[in-house]
Nanobody, 121 residues
Framework: QVQLVESGGGLVQPGGSLRLSCAASGTIISINAMAWYRQAPGKERELVAD???????NYADAVKGRFTSSRDKPKNTVYLQMNSLKPEDTDVYYC???????????????WGQGTQVTVSS
């Protein structure tokens, strides 16, 4: 059974930094793209950043120049380094991955449980 487990959220002051981690575990053949989304209460979940298996990245306009996504493929882990944080970055952040598990001929979409990021003085 495949699971995504996030860590690294918390409370930080405006201008501060946080690093989120998301590790995929279970019986996995391969992982294609991995991504970070965020969602505020009453709003739709929005893409923050994604990264392909080859390491190409894409960012939402609101975070370009401040957030950086990276992957450690041997560890099946994706990171989101968040710098110059603003109060409007306060959200629940979710990890997403397109994974081919063992005994499967196709990939499946998996989500983590979410981690709260609060930017406040």
């Amino acid at each position: 059974q495949v699971q995504l487990v996030e860590s690294g959220g918390g409370l930080v002051q405006p201008g501060g930094s946080l690093r989120l981690s998301c590790a995929a575990s279970g019986t996995i053949i391969s992982i294609n793209a991995m991504a970070w989304y965020r969602q505020a209460p009453g709003k739709e979940r929005e893409l923050v950043a994604d990264i392909t298996s080859g390491g190409s990245t894409n960012y939402a306009d609101a975070v370009k120049g401040r957030f950086t996504s990276s992957r450690d493929k041997p560890k099946n882990t994706v990171y989101l380094q968040m710098n110059s944080l603003k109060p409007e970055d306060t959200d629940v952040y979710y990890c997403n991955a397109d994974i081919i598990p063992t005994m499967s001929h196709r990939s499946w979409d998996y989500w983590g449980q979410g981690t709260q990021v609060t930017v406040s003085s």
